[in-house]
């Protein structure tokens, strides 16, 4: 018999870490789907949005833009395992 717990589990519920892992999970399989859809969407509407998504090259302003959004989505996830009163 394996251990199997599930996002109802006191041991799941209690655990910062497991719920952050969950959340996280949660908001990529939205996003996943939305980009999918998209993508499929656009497909039928003519535009090859998969082909040109991946010969996409950012410029410089484009590449700070990136960057930024990834440190502070980086800062997020840290600031949800740090304890209430640790946070800045």
Request: charged share 30%; aromatic share 4%.
């Amino acid at each position: 018999m394996s251990l199997e717990l599930t996002p109802n589990d006191t041991a799941v519920r209690q655990d910062p870490v497991a719920q952050l892992a969950l959340l996280l999970a949660k908001e990529l399989w939205v996003l996943r789907d939305r980009q999918l859809v998209l993508e499929a969407v656009l497909t039928q509407q003519g535009i090859p949005v998969r082909e040109l998504v991946e010969r996409y090259q950012p410029g410089d302003a484009d590449r700070q833009v990136i960057d930024a959004a990834r440190k502070r989505f980086a800062a997020e996830v840290v600031a949800a395992l740090e304890a209430p009163g640790d946070r800045r």
